[in-house]
T-cell receptor, first 112, second 113 residues
């Protein structure tokens, strides 16, 4: 049974810092892994999707990597801004169908 | 244009009532989903439909019944609401049945009193 864990649960950093959010999964037979952002009281916004055959994906200041053998993915945020403050969720698809298994999220606060 | 929309956004009701949440997507996707986010913010899948056919049915009380009248709509009907049903319910859609990026709606916050 796939389980997804995110560390740390919360993170507070000053503006401008580069930071790394961690995601680990127990079953390496994943189909893909998706990173989302959730703002308070809002829905989920898809940030990056990494297929199992890929090692990383980049979008602007965001870079996500995937290491299936170690069961890990990281989300790197460069030059953080207060607008990056949100909860970041990773979710893995494994087994049949497109069932996303979510981690509990990392709550990020970037202060000016 | 809203890609995945849900109605209502907020729903407050008494225990024992029956309620429905509606979801519509205008992305032309074949697969739709319902997820539940509990008070601890943990998201779990409930159901998935592909071309109006149920393909994922997690361990959910049978008081919850999804209905897909067509590919663009997936509604969630809940009978005999209980306090523990209070949560935020998210609808999502994807193009592929497996591997497609999922796009989420804004959520429906259900409060059962």
């Amino acid at each position: 049974k796939q389980e997804v864990t995110q560390i740390p649960a919360a993170l507070s950093v000053p503006e401008g810092e580069n930071l790394v959010l961690n995601c680990s999964f127990t079953d390496s037979a994943i189909y893909n892994l998706q990173w989302f952002r959730q703002d308070p009281g809002k829905g989920l916004t898809s940030l990056l999707l990494i297929q199992s055959s890929q090692r990383e994906q980049t979008s602007g200041r965001l870079n996500a990597s995937l290491d299936k053998s170690s069961g890990r993915s990281t989300l790197y945020i460069a030059a953080s801004q207060p607008g990056d403050s949100a909860t970041y969720l990773c979710a893995a698809v494994s087994g049949g169908y497109n069932k996303l298994i979510f981690g509990a999220g990392t709550r990020l606060a970037v202060h000016p | 244009d809203t890609a995945v929309s849900q109605t209502p956004k907020y729903l407050v009701t008494q225990m024992g009532n029956d309620k429905s949440i509606k979801c519509e997507q205008n992305l032309g996707h074949d697969t739709m989903y319902w997820y539940k986010q509990d008070s601890k913010k943990f998201l779990k899948i409930m159901f998935s439909y592909n071309n109006k056919e149920l393909i994922i049915n997690e361990t959910v009380p049978n008081r919850f019944s999804p209905k897909s009248p067509d590919k663009a709509h997936l509604n969630l009907h809940i009978n005999s609401l209980e306090l523990g049903d209070s949560a935020v319910y998210f609808c999502a859609s994807s193009q592929e049945e497996l591997g497609g990026k999922q796009f989420f709606g804004p959520g429906t916050r259900l409060t059962v009193l």
